[in-house]
Nanobody, 111 residues
Framework: QVQLVESGGGLVQAGGSLRVSCAASGSIFSITVLHWYRQAPGKQREWVAYITSDGRTNYADSVKGRFTISRDNTKNTAYLQMNSLKPEDTAVYYC?????WGQGTQVTVSS
């Protein structure tokens, strides 16, 4: 069992940057893939990015080149650095490890 807590969301203007974090408890964090998802109002949750235990990454086309996922296994924490933010990036951002989800953190991008 892994418990996940996201933080770092907030309000930012279009073109700005924000970094959200996902702090995990549980020993499996360092050996598993971590995913970031987001859910905008009235829309289905969508996958954003993942990072493997050895640092390989992949991104949704909508965020490629703007977002960077990373992890620090010594701190059991993962990050999503979001640059060049757009209003359409407004959503609640969630992290997932196996079938464990955090509670989400709200990111709002104003135009």
């Amino acid at each position: 069992q892994v418990q996940l807590v996201e933080s770092g969301g907030g309000l930012v203007q279009a073109g700005g940057s924000l970094r959200v974090s996902c702090a995990a408890s549980g020993s499996i964090f360092s050996i598993t893939v971590l995913h970031w998802y987001r859910q905008a109002p009235g829309k289905q949750r969508e996958w954003v990015a993942y990072i493997t235990s050895d640092g390989r990454t992949n991104y949704a086309d909508s965020v490629k080149g703007r977002f960077t996922i990373s992890r620090d296994n010594t701190k059991n924490t993962a990050y999503l650095q979001m640059n060049s933010l757009k209003p359409e990036d407004t959503a609640v951002y969630y992290c997932r490890v196996v079938d464990n989800w955090g509670q989400g953190t709200q990111v709002t991008v104003s135009s």
